[in-house]
């Protein structure tokens, strides 16, 4: 049996999720469901250098056992309607799949240490008083 996944705007616990999209196939065994295929999904973040919240967009492989009560998997389990949860289930495997450090695009510039500019919306004036330390002892020979 094959499920298609295609939401908006959920709540994963603290997680704001944008989109939630893919194709899961469910695998009935003795005791418990395989669910097994990919979620592609834009999650809310913030980037660790300029602070930006932005959508970060991730692949997510599944491949887990779902119990039949949430008593035998607190996480991963089809509830008493029939309905698989994947709140949970999701959540989790977004969170592994979150690098530590996130960034806005890998060649962010970050903040300016000085004034907070995001340098990524162009240079402040810090930058052109930034003194090389053997130019600094320059300067001073030189006054
Ligand atoms: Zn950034
Ligand atoms: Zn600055």
Redesign the pocket.
Known sequence: MSLTVDETDQILGDLKVESVRGNLNLTRTNRRILVKGNIQTTVEAE?V??L?PFQLMLNIPLEEMFAFSASVDPIYFVNDDGWLNLKGPLREQIVLAMPLQV???PD?K?LCIQCGQNL?AGLCGCANTEVDPRLATLKTLLQ
Do not use: I
């Open positions: 980037c250098r300029c930006t960034l806005c695009r962010c970050g990524n």
